[in-house]
């Protein structure tokens, strides 16, 4: 259950309606969501399992185990409880999850098999551990798996089963697994018939007639409620599944909270409570208001580019743009309705490109096969080294073109086109002719014409000496969207990979952003006091996701201790920025110092500025 930890409702708004969608029988698969109240005695085989709660809560004491003594703390006073919250999650239009319990058939692959999940190549989820996302909305972890299906001679089946996850504890001097089912004792097998011992809350019938009742139930028990996880569990499954609901693929209606489906998407999306909801949750901020975005470029209609393509490995692939003012510039792939990332690999950063958003899809079934087997148990990514050895080159090659692809379309319809030359009128009078004044009129020039080049008396400006600082400084300015989020976006000799990355170049004691070249030996400014210059070469400033931290990186020229001063480039003055933290060195005054700098030797290093920074930075090194 580690895949999903952090938000549980997340989790649950994606695993169960991908679980649903995946069992449909036709269009559309319809979820209901419910909460109800029992009394901890109705639970099946009630003494059993409340003996082995406390059982746990031994084991967990004696390990000192702190989290797994609260946890079973919390447990013990669930079940003394006089009503015992269960959620019950009801599909329908579906064709249930298929038995016999035995090793290959889906229903033991639900229940009974660890990471293994028995579903078509193109269903949207590929891993057996989605099915423990219930499990983390229970205060007792532990569902009931209730089905009806249909076997291939037109037979009808009920099944019945009861899982928990817990802890190994000691029973009678024996160690018991943390495991545990409820059902047949014999081969710990699911209840096949509708008896006394299957609770009315949990049958799909209230009679013997289960045909037609196709479909499952799920029914968590010990259920957390917490405020608005009505609104929560809307705004994720709307989210993650607003291609299925928008294709009339999807149905969810929520007790007490919205029904979900086609004529009610455009008006939730616009939901503002929905909205705050969502924001709320741990890296969704505005994601809510760009699905919006997302479902007017799969509607299509004026404004929105489609292009097709044919790739190799993937087959039929298809890209939505919409262009317009304020969009996110981002990229959402989808799978069988389900969004899985807007994170691809080559198609992060748009700098060069209008606001839009594009919506991209692998619509062939051997395309969809391969996708799935690249995703991790989360349903959040594409990863080739997931796939077996003999596909991954397939993986990576199909990735690689299906961002190439989608990066070309960009720029036929998300990038204003280059021309060759363009007068700008307005900047005549700040950049006069470079001919001295007066001399009458000339013919004027045909920009068109032959380029003429004459030698010119170079004039030798005398200069005050010893009047500036003698300091290394460097220019980076990144554009705001070139943002590096993880290290791996720099390599070791600081060249940035993504697009964007500032100039390289050897940086001498005579490079400077501006104004005239520095003398050696000079005296340092007022701040700084005096230093000499620390020569360096291909200096890097990379803003992070934090905008307040910096990636500096260089190649010191010299051996010796040296400092770092970071200043705010601006077009009249540099303005010294503060730095309260680095990851080597030491900070003094806004100043990182102490730095072993050996020539030749990469330098590397993070910083932290005393509040956000969005701009051109100079680097300037001294010698110590």
Not at 36 to 44: G, L, N, W
Not at 61 to 89: R, S, T, Y
Not at 601 to 621: A, C, H, M, N, P
Request: proline fraction near 4%.
């Amino acid at each position: 259950m580690e895949h999903f930890s952090g938000n549980p409702f997340q989790h649950l708004g994606r695993e169960v309606p991908q679980n649903t969608i995946d069992a449909k029988a036709g269009n559309p698969a319809r979820i209901r969501v419910s909460l109800k109240k029992i009394s901890p005695s109705r639970i099946p085989d009630f003494d059993s399992f409340s003996a082995t709660i406390d059982k746990c809560l031994v084991s967990a004491k004696v390990e000192q185990n702190e989290k797994a003594i609260k946890f079973f703390n919390h447990a013990q006073g669930l079940l003394k409880k006089k009503d015992l919250l269960v959620l019950q999650i009801e599909d329908s239009n579906t064709i249930g999850v298929k038995g016999p319990c035995e090793n290959g058939q889906p229903f033991f692959a639900l229940l009974k098999a660890t990471g293994q999940s028995r579903k078509a190549d193109t269903s949207t989820g590929s891993y057996g551990i989605g099915k423990f996302a219930p499990f983390t909305v229970s205060g007792l972890r532990t569902v009931f798996v209730t089905t009806v299906w249909k076997d291939e001679d037109e037979n009808w089946h009920h099944y019945v089963q009861g899982k928990s996850v817990l802890m190994s504890h000691l029973d009678k001097k024996k160690v018991r697994r943390g495991t545990g089912f409820w059902g047949e004792t014999d081969g710990c097998m699911p209840i096949t018939s509708i008896t006394d011992d299957v609770p009315d809350w949990l049958r799909r019938t209230h009679d013997s007639q289960i045909s037609g009742f196709a479909g499952t139930t799920l029914s968590i028990l010990g259920f957390d409620a917490v405020k608005d996880w009505q609104k929560v569990l809307t705004a994720n499954i709307l989210m993650n599944f607003f291609g299925a609901i928008k294709r009339g693929e999807l149905e969810v209606s929520i007790e007490g909270g919205h029904d979900i489906n086609l004529a009610s998407l455009d008006t939730l999306l616009n939901d503002t409570t929905l909205a705050k909801v969502a924001d709320e949750q741990e890296g969704e901020a505005g994601r809510f208001r760009t699905i919006l975005s997302y479902l007017e470029a799969l509607e299509g209609g004026e404004g929105v580019s489609i292009e097709n393509t044919q790739n190799l490995h993937l087959g039929d692939c298809q890209v939505r743009i919409l262009v317009g003012e304020k969009l996110p510039k981002k990229v959402a792939v989808l799978r069988n309705g389900m969004l899985i990332t807007e994170e691809l690999t080559g198609l992060k950063r748009f700098g060069e490109f209008k606001d839009f958003v594009a919506v991209l899809e692998c619509t062939s079934t051997k395309g969809q096969a391969l996708l799935r087997g690249m995703e991790p148990p989360r349903h959040d990514a594409f990863e080739p080294e997931r796939l077996p050895p003999d596909k991954r080159s397939a993986g990576k090659t199909a990735l690689k073109e299906l961002a190439a692809f989608v990066r070309e379309m960009l720029k036929r319809h998300a990038q204003d086109p280059v021309t060759e030359v363009t007068n700008l009128d307005e900047l005549a009078d700040f950049f006069a002719d470079e001919e001295d004044e007066g001399g009458g009129k000339k013919p004027d020039e045909n920009p068109a014409g032959k380029i003429v080049i004459r030698a010119r008396q170079i004039k030798i400006k005398t200069r005050a000496p010893n009047s500036v600082s003698a300091t290394n400084e460097v220019v980076l300015d990144l554009d705001d969207n070139d943002v590096v989020d993880s290290p791996e976006e720099t390599n070791a000799d600081g060249k940035n990979i993504g697009p964007g990355a500032g100039g390289a170049g050897e940086a001498t004691a005579n490079d400077s952003s501006g104004g005239d070249d520095a003398s050696e030996g000079g005296m340092g400014n007022a701040q700084h006091g005096a230093f000499s210059a620390a020569p360096v070469r291909d200096v890097r400033a990379v803003p992070l996701l934090d905008k307040r931290r910096r990636r500096i990186a260089f190649t010191p020229l010299r051996t010796g201790m040296g400092r770092v001063v970071l200043q705010d480039s601006g077009a009249d003055t540099d303005r010294p920025l503060n730095v309260v933290n680095s990851t080597i060195g030491e900070v003094t005054a806004g100043i990182v110092g102490s730095l072993q700098m050996i020539s030749g030797e990469r330098l590397s290093f993070e910083v932290e500025l005393d509040r956000e920074f969005i701009g051109t930075i100079k680097v300037v090194t001294h010698a110590v």
